[in-house]
């Protein structure tokens, strides 16, 4: 069984930042991708940045220069540093981990999302 807990997300002004934290837990073995998404309703979720177990990074074009993905291999956590926010960044931020099990099963478990607002 795997674990996967979000926290961070609240209400920001527009220019404002947020960083929001996903630590995974249970029967791991190892982690392989480490990502975030975002969804709003009526739309497809959506990638925002994922990173690699060699800490390769890939983000959505619309946050480039803004956000910032990290991971902390020791604490089986990875962080979403967001910066600059827009209103067309409110949405519910879901975490994802691709996980090798200890039954050497390997599959991906999400959180249970963190909302992110951004108004004035």
């Known amino acids: 069984q795997v674990q996967v807990v979000e926290s961070g997300g609240g209400l920001v002004q527009p220019g404002g930042s947020l960083r929001l934290s996903c630590a995974a837990s249970g029967s791991i073995f190892s982690i392989n991708v480490m990502g975030w998404y975002r969804q709003t309703p009526g739309k497809q979720r959506e990638l925002v940045a994922r990173?690699?177990?060699?800490?390769?990074?890939n983000y959505a074009d619309s946050v480039k220069g803004r956000f910032t993905i990290s991971r902390d291999n020791a604490k089986k956590t990875v962080y979403l540093q967001m910066s600059s926010l827009k209103p067309e960044d409110t949405a519910v931020y879901y975490c994802?981990?691709?996980?090798?099990?200890?039954?050497?099963?390997?599959?991906?478990?999400w959180g249970q999302g963190t909302q992110v607002t951004v108004s004035s």
């Open positions: 994802y981990v691709d996980v090798t099990t200890l039954f050497l099963a390997r599959g991906d478990y």
């Open positions: 990173i690699s177990s060699g800490g390769s990074k």
